[in-house]
């Protein structure tokens, strides 16, 4: 029945279709008008050659008695429009039942229902039990008793348009602002869209364009009306509340300890980075679009770690696992160092040698990294005493190497230049990793190019396994083919 009330179009002259309408077999959604169909019209992939089938939007009559050529004659569309201006306004307010019909006016729409099911046919096979035409009330027939219910009826327009009901608690009810029994929000999405038609009056003295411009302005209107409903249907299709206060009471259980809160952190921001591609997903999919961001964050982390342990020349789990070990106690020893240096100079008051602790726990991994990567050889002994901002190392000609005061701030990546200018500055070997395994005349040869030592170990064993090579190719060469020569 509601395909009798949609706008139907030629799809060749793309004229709307009031009347009869041809509809193809082959083509899909594919209507034509009769003039079209009478040209044998083709488009796109349709053939005058297809099958169809004529579709009639309703004007024909249901009743046998009246003739299809009566111009006064009620066609099917009218009647069912009559009986649902019934249904929805009650019997006897033939005012608004003639707007609803449109076509008839309110002595018509009153005489025919009357005429045609109440005392015609239907009226007839529908009371013929009953003596003396009398309801078993008492009540006579022709009195009017409203048996409709907007709720339950069969043919009310409600049953169409209800939305599914909100899944949410009397409490989330009131934070929510919404009103059951009206079934609408306190505050509706583009609250503010009635302010665009609010103002608008049809004058006697309007010209055409001001017509237009007030018919627009309905337009937009009726637009945002659209948007509205699309927005609140998909809401209630895919039960958006309940989601929405479910995921309020997850985050309410939050994490206690503090690598998840800060996993719990990082998965909060990356929702709230990509929330505006959830218009574009369904639930299900937005979903499994934040798992895939959130392990691919997981395997970039992971992939910098095992960077990270090659560099330092790991290349197996075990090895990790061992080299975190004893990072860990080498961690464990240095706080212990500075707690018994804090508790020694505790009695009489932090000295101008002491740091700050806070500035030193905070600033502890940083120096413990570039210590560890530049100074792999050199041990720490304390701090000077006459000097707050110079660090002694096991070497009775080693230079000062300069470290931050308790009040300077540096980042990590200053720090790491600050040491990597002061290294190349220096004109002592002492201070680098490999410098015990120079004779006395490579250290010279390393003091005079500014090579560091592990630079020049690397360099000299390739030298030297480069020269190997070229000597086994020269005797090869010299060595005659028929010769019994072997070598070892």
């Not at 003596?131 to 709720?151: F, I, K, M, W, Y």
């Not at 700050?356 to 002994?381: C, M, Q, W, Y």
Request: glycine share 4%; with cysteine; net charge neutral.
């Amino acid at each position: 029945m509601a395909d009798l009330f949609m706008k139907h179009r030629c799809g060749y002259c793309q004229d709307d279709i009031l009347g009869i309408r041809i509809r193809c077999n082959v083509c899909v959604d594919y209507e034509l008008c009769l003039q079209c169909f009478s040209l044998g019209c083709e488009i796109g992939p349709h053939k005058n050659s297809h099958g169809y089938k004529l579709i009639d939007p309703g004007t024909f009559s249901i009743f046998p008695d009246q003739k299809r050529d009566d111009e006064n004659g009620w066609i099917s569309r009218e009647d069912y429009q009559l009986l649902d201006a019934i249904e929805q306004f009650g019997y006897g307010n033939w005012e608004d039942v003639a707007k609803h019909v449109e076509t008839r006016g309110s002595e018509e729409s009153k005489e025919h229902y009357c005429e045609r099911f109440v005392t015609g046919t239907i009226g007839k096979l529908t009371w013929q039990g009953l003596p003396n035409g009398q309801l078993a009330s008492g009540e006579s027939r022709l009195s009017a008793v409203d048996h409709t219910c907007p709720d339950n009826a069969p043919l009310s327009p409600s049953i169409t348009s209800r939305l599914p009901p909100l899944a949410i608690e009397p409490e989330e009810t009131l934070e929510l602002g919404y009103m059951p029994q009206r079934d609408d929000f306190e505050r509706e999405h583009d609250n503010d869209a009635e302010a665009i038609v609010s103002h608008l009056a049809i004058n006697h003295d309007d010209e055409d364009i001001d017509l237009a411009l007030k018919l627009a302005q309905v337009d937009m209107y009726t637009r945002r009306l659209r948007e509205r409903a699309r927005r609140k249907r998909v809401a209630r299709d895919f039960q958006l509340v309940s989601l929405f206060f479910n995921a309020a009471k997850k985050e309410k259980e939050k994490p206690t300890t503090a690598a998840k809160k800060r996993e719990f952190q990082k998965e909060k921001e990356i929702q709230e980075k990509f929330r505006s591609f959830s218009q574009f997903h369904t639930a299900p999919e937005h979903e499994q679009f934040l798992r895939n961001l959130t392990k691919e964050r997981a395997l970039r982390l992971r992939i910098r770690e095992l960077i990270k342990y090659r560099r330092n020349g790991l290349t197996r789990h075990e090895e990790c696992t061992e080299y975190e070990r004893l990072r860990y106690f080498r961690e464990r020893k240095k706080e212990a160092r500075l707690d018994r240096q804090r508790r020694k100079s505790g009695s009489s008051g932090p000295g101008p040698n002491v740091q700050n602790p806070g500035t030193l726990h905070k600033s502890d991994n940083v120096r413990e990294e570039v210590l560890h990567s530049s100074f792999r050889d050199a041990k720490v002994i304390s701090f000077g005493s006459n000097n707050s901002n110079v660090l002694s190392v096991s070497s009775s000609q080693a230079r000062p190497v300069p470290v931050p005061s308790a009040n300077a701030r540096l980042s990590q990546s200053e720090w790491q230049e600050a040491v990597a200018n002061f290294l190349a500055k220096s004109d002592d070997l002492t201070l680098c990793p490999g410098s015990e395994l120079l004779s006395p005349v490579e250290k010279q040869i390393c003091q005079s190019l500014r090579l560091r030592p592990l630079y020049y170990t690397s360099l000299k064993a390739n030298l030297i396994l480069v020269s190997k090579i070229c000597l086994i190719d020269t005797l090869l060469r010299l060595t005659p083919v028929n010769s019994n020569t072997e070598w070892n």
